[in-house]
Every structure is written in structure tokens, then in C-alpha cells.
């Protein structure tokens, strides 16, 4: 899965760029039909509201198009920005100008790295990690710190440890149904570190891309709305789990200091987010009961989490897991054998899923592997445990 990258002329920075296997399986199963992919974190397209999709872009078309098919600001659409800023977020010093729309949560990352890691920042992750974070910030050849996640939260003995002995600089964290771990930050431990950011003045990067995922439709307080450090604090979102990954529209909430920094950053990255899918979506949000969505999205992926759990029980009882509040996966152990042994052994037996190992800050080997349970039938992923359990028991016999 290993991709070769150019040393000639590249400059020293892409020595650093991992590549992400979640990338390579994807590939492969759209190369191959035959593979059962439990490796993505796809929405499953049958909660897309096509016939609002479709009413609201040709609505676009007739109705907006000097708008919708222009060069726009490079912040974003301003309408877009306040619906943001209403509805989507729960900092109490934002507004619509605090918002930049960006090409899905993963630009986001990729400008706070550029604006602040280099070799001489420390940088705090949870461990494990969400993979397009340290593909972001890599590039940017900072330190890497990390702290062990419990179903709670991170462990805060070790992270008052870091903190102690260690100038961190940045934090970045996914506190609400943690990719892969499936974790949620415990309301205690969102204030209890809050307080510890403030008191060693440290930014925060807080992706909240499956916030509203939650099973029961409960939402909890972002880590950030805690922080009195307001100028040291900035929280992601997307639209690509709770409307479209299609859309490829996220935003960031940018403090005052930093605004026009970051928006000279996207300028020269992209200079302006999609136009057409910032006016459509601004107008599915006027359209549709987004509360309504939302609530058949989280029973959905309840009920798929509830299917891959049961299977599971059934086919490869010695494994385990943790039950997730929400999200789109499960963080499974498979106590006997390699990961990668395991991947390779599946893959030729037409199923996917990640290996652990691409979600350590240190690429430590794992017994660990993420199994997304949204976008197979259930009927499909039944066919695919039972060959996840045949290699399983061909490997270990």
C-alpha cells in the first residue's frame, strides 16, 4: 500500500507526507466490486434526501446562477457563514464572520498546519488518531506528542504528565465519537481540560465532524465552548456526514486575531470553497427539517452499529470493543495475529478494513482494526463478517 514518492527535486517537507491506506482500499474496491468494504467512512446514499438534492439545484440553476457559478469569497458564502454560525455551532463569541468555509474539514487541517506547525512545534494527539490529521500536519515536520484515549476521554494523568514536563503547542482533538476510536469525551473531562488549555495557553484544534451522529439525537457541548482563551481556540465541522461528502464543503471557526491570516492562507490554496455547493447547501438548510434528517440519519446508523455488534457476537466471539455512543464505526481488537498479516489475508478474500496501525502517531503495530458499519446492508455485512471470520480462524489455526 506504500506509495513511492519523488526525492529529486521534492522539497525536504514531502520526506514527511504519509500516504493513507484508507486511500488505497477505497481505490481498490472501486477497482474491484467483489471487495466488501467495512474501510471507508462513507454515508450510506440512501439517507441523501435526493428529491430535495434535486428540487434545491435546479432551483439554483434557474434562480442563482450569477451567484452560485461565480468566484466567491474566499470566506464563504455569507449566508452559508450565518446559518454556520445559528445553528452549527456552540461557541459563544461567534458570528458569521468568525466562520471560513472550506473544501471539507480536511482543508481546515491543512491550513492551521501551515500557519502553525514547523520542526520547532510540539504538537499534543490523541492516540489513536484521526489519520487525515497527521497526513495534514506532517508535511510541517513538527513534534509529536500523544496521549492514550479511554472510552472517556484522554487519559488525563498522562496528559497533566505532557503538559508538565513539555511546552505544548497545539492540541488537536476529536472529542464526540472519536475517529477510530469511537470515543466521546466525557462532559467532565471537556471542562477539566478546558481549564488546563487555558492555564498553559495552548491552542486548540477541536474536530467536531461527527458531532451530530449521536444514536439518541443527544449533542454534547463542544471542548471550546468551555475555553475563556477564545483567541487560542478553533473548532471544525462538515457537512460531509450529515448532507453530502459530495458537497466537499466544511468550515472552521476562526478567532478575530487570526482571521485575516488564515483567509490569506486559503486564498492561496483554493481561493475561493465551491460556489455552487456553498449556495446549494445554504438553500437545502432553508428547504429542508434538518432536524428531521438528522434524527433518521442517527437512527440509521444505530441500527447498522447494532447489526455489525450482533454479527460480530455470532461469527468472532474473542473479539473486542467498545459500545459507541454514535458515529459511524467500531474500534475492534483481534487478539491473536498481525494487523497487517490480517489485512492482507482479508483483502484476497474480498473484504476490507483499516489496521490500527494507520491511526498511531508512531505507527505502532495494533491489534486493532476500524470496521465502519454505515454504508453496508446488513444482508452485505453479514457476508463480509463471515469472511473476516474465516481468515481470522484459517490465520489462527
Not at 492555564?199 to 454534547?220: H, N, Q
Not at 460556489?275 to 438548510?285: D, G, I, K, R
Not at 442517527?298 to 458515529?327: D, R, T
Request: negative net charge; aromatic residues 12%.
Amino acid at each position: 500500500m506504500e506509495t513511492e514518492l519523488p526525492t529529486i527535486f521534492s522539497a525536504k517537507r514531502t520526506s514527511f507526507v504519509r500516504t493513507s491506506v484508507i486511500r488505497e482500499i477505497l481505490k481498490l474496491t472501486v477497482e474491484n466490486s467483489d471487495i466488501l468494504s467495512f474501510a471507508g467512512g462513507l454515508p450510506n446514499p440512501d439517507l441523501f434526501p435526493k428529491d430535495v438534492f434535486s428540487s434545491v439545484m435546479e432551483s439554483v440553476v434557474r434562480e442563482n446562477i450569477s451567484t452560485a457559478f461565480q468566484y466567491g469569497d474566499s470566506s464563504g458564502y455569507e449566508a452559508l457563514r450565518t446559518q454556520i454560525a445559528e445553528k452549527l455551532t456552540d461557541v459563544s463569541w461567534v458570528s458569521s464572520s468568525s466562520i471560513t468555509i472550506t473544501h471539507g474539514s480536511q482543508q481546515g487541517l491543512d491550513i492551521l498546519g501551515k500557519i502553525f506547525m514547523d520542526s520547532d512545534t510540539n504538537v499534543l494527539l490523541e492516540d489513536p488518531v484521526y489519520l487525515g490529521a497527521l497526513q495534514a500536519f506532517s508535511p510541517y515536520h513538527p513534534n509529536f506528542f500523544s496521549v492514550p484515549m479511554e472510552p472517556d476521554g484522554p487519559n488525563l494523568y498522562w496528559l497533566e504528565e505532557i503538559l508538565s514536563q513539555n511546552k505544548i503547542h497545539v492540541f488537536y482533538a476529536n472529542p464526540s465519537y472519536q475517529n477510530p476510536s469511537t470515543y466521546t469525551w466525557s462532559l467532565e473531562k471537556r471542562i477539566k481540560i478546558a481549564n488546563l488549555l487555558d492555564t498553559k495557553e495552548i491552542i486548540l484544534i477541536e474536530d467536531e465532524a461527527y458531532r451530530y451522529l449521536d444514536f439518541e439525537g443527544k449533542v454534547y457541548p463542544s471542548v471550546s465552548s468551555f475555553r475563556k482563551r477564545n483567541d487560542l481556540t478553533f473548532v471544525l465541522g462538515s457537512f460531509s456526514k450529515i448532507l453530502s461528502p459530495g458537497f466537499r464543503l466544511g468550515w472552521v471557526v476562526v478567532p478575530d486575531l487570526y482571521r485575516n491570516l488564515f483567509t490569506a492562507v486559503k486564498q492561496g490554496n483554493d481561493l475561493n470553497s465551491n460556489q455552487f455547493s456553498q449556495v446549494v447547501v445554504s438553500n437545502l438548510l432553508k428547504t429542508m427539517d434538518f432536524d428531521v434528517h438528522l434524527r433518521s440519519i442517527q437512527s440509521f446508523y444505530k441500527g447498522q452499529k447494532e447489526s455489525l455488534v450482533s454479527l460480530l457476537g455470532k461469527y468472532l466471539p474473542e473479539v473486542k470493543f467498545s459500545l459507541p455512543e454514535g458515529g459511524m464505526f467500531l474500534w475492534v481488537e483481534y487478539p491473536k495475529g498481525t494487523s497487517k498479516e490480517l489485512m492482507e489475508h482479508c483483502l484476497k478474500n474480498g473484504v476490507a478494513m483499516v489496521p490500527g496501525t494507520e491511526f498511531s502517531p508512531a505507527s505502532r503495530s495494533s491489534s486493532f482494526f476500524r470496521m465502519n458499519f454505515s454504508f453496508l446492508t446488513k444482508d452485505v455485512m453479514e457476508i463480509g463478517v463471515k469472511r473476516i471470520a474465516d481468515v481470522y480462524r484459517d490465520i489462527n489455526t
